[in-house]
């Protein structure tokens, strides 16, 4: 039994350097892509870089604020967190400030604050004090509920903003509960979600209700021991009515920019001079973006060299497009590299995760390792146009305090419960 | 297992990542070049275009300025269309075919919207110029000819076409090079170097300021003006004695292989290729498949040389010792060569002709002996013909002269390997007869049987003929200056020259003596033929000659090539007589035949091939002598020469 004066600290420091790394470098990028050819003033606060100078060193002091707590704190608190941050998320409708057409920020000064960078800390700790509660059992379906409204409330709240973009990394909670024991089924629906939406979009909803209906009933009737000849049945209406659906939400519903955003993505568009027309227009970001990442080449154009950076081509280069100057000035190289410390940062989040000997702190960080790589995911595979442009900061790179201090908190948290894990029963 | 769902994602997701990056960044990639990054502005400054003078310093061409209206579409905001039509002096329907086109070239880059804008209509259309966004003036150089001769020597400038671009990155789409004559063997000199200024740009395609402070900025540089070798004044009177007739000239100084004169007739006003015109014009030129006036004569014709090639075998047969100067070879109103071989002549039946009259008589028994014996010196034709061969090719015949005119033929001087088709086993000298009077298989252009007649001026070299007399200080290349010697030994050309200037004495030149100067030359009469409905028909004889003079220390060569014009000393012998007298003396004292070339065209000759009715030639065809206003027309523009 461990003495009281035997408790100690040990922070993982790997986790905290992998941190610094990312922000520093993404400091280093904001530099280049919030300057046109003057010289560098890093005491004039009109400047991105500068500013975000001042988010990077406040961060550092909420850095000591986070690891100075309690690590029960931030389960005992969770619930009371996540309530706030819900409040804070409805009061936007009220007191919110409507910037490029979401409104998403409170204006505070000349300073604007986004508290849906920090409703995804909230939710990690709900979720993860829900589940970790004795009484919870994710396999129950009752509960399953109970811990979807949790993550579907504060993403619902940040939907109607409007900022798909950022409710669609609660999605990330899926990878925790699935870790968490969620059945298999929701997977593999899934996963057969997105491939039959994907079809329904390419192909046409006729022909991938032919596909679906050729593979159902052929796997049916060469199983040996056949159920009920409605359960394929049934699978198949579903799946058209899912195709059909696809089809008449993309046709009718949708709003038309995230309409081209798809047909972009999936070359929908056959009539090649229309193609090349939205390049210029509703696809003019990825196409500028693509064409900055390619110009880099191999080793880059090196720091404030980049001309499609210093002229500002990539409209949002200082913040989602911001992986486009990393590509342009420093190249493969330095673009492969922040590919790799981003996959150790959250691969390491994810082994720290898996040694927690409580379940909130194993949930917790697996949390943190989730909400990073959808952004991770979705930012860069954005930008180098291999996913459909949704709209979402570079956890550490893109401009803005809100962001920063949201993933800052979100990591520090983690590795506090983490460095108490040698305290843990 | 579930613990490695996430983790197998990130890795995936990685390697999907890591895949794109190599894709975009390694493949895809282009290595980073200044001039195609399309955030850069290129501004270019074109310099000045060197300016061309004569040999004595007259200037021939200089430079104007033009302005284009240029359009990017891409910036191009809503406008007054009609107005602006009207400026541009266009209707509506060539603004929108414009507009489409340049959009077609791309929206970003510019595009010459309206090219040549008048003085007058650049002076309105500057002030309004800001209402237009998008649209632009860029100011060009342009040529501006001092002179309306020497069209085929100076050339013309013209926009650079897709594969100048693609052979030499210095070139853009817009920029003006030489497309012939000296414009185009000359580029590079004229040209000078454009300055460039990189601007950066931003996305919405404004200047933001120059790129890294314009270290990479260059300043133009200016043309170099050049000296050519061309006599403006002879140029010009040559260019006048030949109009209504078709040919070529060539006068050469010997002394130093400068190329005095170069004609081809029919020719235009250098004027015409330049501005809005220009396309119409050229076209105009380019189309006229009949007088060719774009084909240069004097440089591309390649024709049959006549009887001026007698003077080569002359020269061989006397360096191989098969004849000597006193030998008598006797005329039998020609040469029979074999059982039912015989080439005919005119010198009459047992006329005996040594060297010095075989030449002023033109006796086709006399050259067709020489050659016969050239070839036959050895035990095999085959290494007779090739050692002729040899010597004809050590004048620069048969072959490109390599000089820095922007055309040229090799012509044809036949080997043993030429006739390996025809006669692939055995090979007598009877076979080829006919080279010895210089019909058969052999074939010159007018600037190379110049340059022969250079040679025997010389005694024995020539220098190669050129073009530029001077490029500022620059030394002419060593090629121009160093002599190329023949293999003909110097002193086998006395004779032969002496034989040329009873020509002019008592020979077939006789009636085209200048008073105080010794004319040596030599006549030709061509036979040729076309094709008309595939049926081979003979034309009226090409008129040739060659001379130089004086006979001592020469000071010009010169050949003269005139299509159809009958015997030599008929059209090109005066035309010969008369830019001798002009060049070494400044004025004419033979007026009469001055006036007799001027009135008379031989436009019916060319004609009749195209006339679908039979017709007669030679000595049956009339004289067709030009309209008094033309011949009064031409009197003038001689008197506003002199």
């Not at chain 2, 990542?17 to 399309?38: E, S």
């Not at chain 2, 530029?468 to 002419?476: A, C, E, R, V």
């Not at chain 2, 032969?496 to 030359?521: C, H, N, R």
């Amino acid at each position: 039994m461990l003495r009281q004066t035997d408790r100690h600290y040990k922070f993982d420091w790997l986790t905290i350097l992998l941190f610094f790394i990312l922000v520093i470098f993404g400091w280093v990028n904001i530099i280049s892509a919030s300057h046109s050819g003057e010289a560098l003033e890093f005491s004039n606060f009109s400047h991105y870089y500068s500013k975000q100078l001042i988010f990077i060193a406040l961060s550092v002091v909420l850095i000591i604020l986070v690891l100075s707590i309690e690590s029960k704190f931030y389960e005992r608190f969770s619930s009371i967190i996540y309530f706030s941050a819900l409040l804070s998320l409805a009061g936007l409708f009220i007191f919110g400030k409507n910037i490029n057409g979401a409104t998403s920020w409170y204006p505070i000064g000349s300073f604007t604050f986004q508290p849906g960078e920090f409703a995804k800390v909230a939710t990690a700790l709900a979720v993860a004090k829900y589940v970790s509660d004795l009484n919870t059992d994710i396999k129950r379906f009752n509960d399953q509920l109970k811990t979807f409204a949790i993550i579907v409330v504060p993403a619902f709240l940040v939907l109607l903003q409007p900022d798909a973009g950022s409710a669609i990394v609660y999605g990330a909670f899926f990878f925790v509960l699935y870790r968490e024991g969620l059945p298999h089924m929701y997977l593999i629906v899934a996963v057969l979600l997105i491939l039959l939406s994907i079809f329904a979009l390419k192909l046409g909803a006729t022909s991938t209700l032919l596909t679906t209906a050729i593979i159902v009933l052929t796997y049916y009737f060469t199983r040996k021991k056949r159920p009920s000849i409605f359960q394929p049945i049934v699978v198949i209406l579903l799946c058209t009515a899912l195709a059909f659906s696809v089809r008449f939400f993309y046709d009718n519903i949708l709003p038309a920019h995230q309409k081209d955003r798809i047909t972009i993505w999936l070359s929908l568009e056959k009539d090649p001079d229309k193609l090349e027309r939205m390049k210029k227009t509703v696809a003019y970001n990825l196409n500028e973006s693509e064409k900055a990442i390619s110009s880099g080449g191999f080793k880059g154009k090196g720091f404030l060299e980049g001309t499609r950076t210093t002229g500002n081509f990539v409209p949002e280069q200082h913040t989602d497009y911001i992986f486009s100057t990393v590509g342009e000035e420093w190249g493969f190289v330095g673009s492969f590299l922040t590919v790799l410390v981003f996959l150790l940062l959250i691969i390491r989040i994810l082994i720290l995760a898996e040694r927690q000997k409580n379940q909130f702190s194993r949930m917790y960080g697996y949390a943190v390792g989730s909400i990073l790589f959808l952004h991770f995911l979705i930012n860069i595979g954005m930008v180098m146009g291999l996913i459909p442009t949704i709209g979402i900061p570079l956890p550490f790179f893109s401009y803005g305090g809100s962001g920063l201090w949201g993933f800052t908190i979100l990591v520090f948290i983690f590795i506090k419960l983490d460095s108490n894990r040698i305290n843990e029963w | 297992m579930r613990k490695f769902l996430l983790l197998f994602s990130v890795i995936v997701v990685g390697l999907i990542f890591t895949g794109r990056l190599l894709y975009l960044q390694v493949i895809k990639t282009t290595d980073y070049n200044l001039y195609q990054d399309n955030a850069i502005r290129k501004v270019f400054d074109y310099p000045k275009r060197g300016f061309v003078y004569d040999r004595n310093g007259q200037l021939l061409v200089s430079n104007q300025p033009s302005y284009d209206v240029m359009v990017i579409p891409r910036e191009v905001k809503a406008l007054d269309t009609l107005e602006f039509c009207n400026l541009l002096k266009i209707d509506k329907e060539t603004f929108i075919k414009k507009y489409d086109k340049a959009y077609r070239y791309s929206p970003r880059l510019p595009y010459v919207f309206v090219s040549h804008l008048s003085k007058e209509d650049y002076a309105v259309l500057q002030e309004k110029m800001r209402k237009y966004e998008g649209f632009y003036i860029q100011k060009r150089n342009l040529r501006k000819y001092e002179t309306t001769i020497g069209a085929n020597v100076l050339g013309d400038i013209g926009e650079v076409n897709n594969r100048n671009i693609k052979n030499d990155s210095y070139y853009h789409s817009g920029d003006l090079i030489g497309k012939a004559g000296v414009e185009a063997s000359y580029e590079e000199t004229l040209r000078g170097q454009k300055g460039i200024k990189f601007i950066q740009k931003d996305r919405f395609n404004r200047n933001i300021g120059p790129y890294k402070d314009g270290i990479y900025d260059t300043l133009p540089e200016s043309g170099k003006d050049i000296k050519i070798t061309i006599d403006a004044t002879l140029q010009a009177y040559g260019e006048l004695l030949m109009t209504n007739k078709r040919g070529g000239v060539i006068a050469i100084e010997p002394e130093s292989g400068e190329i005095l004169a170069m004609i081809s007739a029919p020719t235009y006003n250098p004027n015409s290729l330049v501005g809005r015109n220009r396309s119409k014009n050229y076209t105009k030129l380019y189309r006229d498949s009949i007088a060719k006036p774009l084909f240069n004569r004097s440089l591309q014709g390649v024709y049959e040389p006549g009887s001026p090639f007698k003077l080569m075998n002359a020269l061989i047969a006397l360096q191989e010792g098969v004849i000597s100067t006193e030998e008598k070879i006797t005329c039998y109103n020609g040469l029979k060569y074999g059982k039912k071989a015989f080439m005919k002549c005119h010198c009459g039946y047992g006329v005996k002709n040594d060297l010095s009259r075989g030449i002023q008589q033109s006796c086709n028994a006399y050259f067709g002996t020489a050659y016969k014996r050239i070839l036959d010196k050895y035990d095999n034709a085959s290494i007779g013909i090739d050692n002729w061969s040899k010597h004809v090719q050590s004048f620069g015949l048969g072959n490109f002269l390599n000089n820095d005119l922007y055309v040229g033929q090799k012509g044809r001087i036949p080997n043993r390997e030429f006739y390996s088709n025809a006669y692939p086993k055995r090979f007598y000298s009877t076979y080829t007869m006919s080279n010895a009077i210089g019909q058969g298989e052999v074939r010159t252009t007018p600037i190379q049987l110049a340059n022969m007649v250079a040679a025997i001026a010389n005694r024995g070299y020539y220098f190669t003929p050129h073009i530029i007399k001077s490029i500022q200080d620059q030394p002419l290349p060593e090629s121009f200056t160093t002599p190329k010697h023949t293999t003909i030994d110097k002193q086998h050309f006395d004779p032969v020259i002496e034989g040329m200037l009873k020509v002019y004495e008592k020979g077939t030149a006789e009636s085209l003596q200048v008073k105080d100067i010794e004319i040596v030359g030599k006549t030709g009469t061509v036979e040729n033929f076309v094709k008309i409905d595939s049926i081979k028909t003979q034309l009226t004889d090409h008129s040739i000659f060659v001379a130089f003079a004086p006979k001592d220390n020469p000071k010009i060569a010169i050949a003269v090539f005139v299509e159809n014009g009958y015997w030599g000393s008929r059209y090109a012998g005066k035309i010969t007589s008369l830019m001798i007298e002009k060049y070494l003396k400044g004025s004419i004292s033979r007026t009469d035949l001055e006036d007799w070339v001027l009135n008379h065209t031989l436009e019916n000759e060319y004609a009749k091939p195209y006339s679908g009715e039979p017709f007669k030639i030679n000595g049956q065809s009339q004289l067709q002598v030009v309209k008094p206003e033309e011949f009064y027309k031409l009197k003038k523009r001689l008197n506003q020469l002199n």
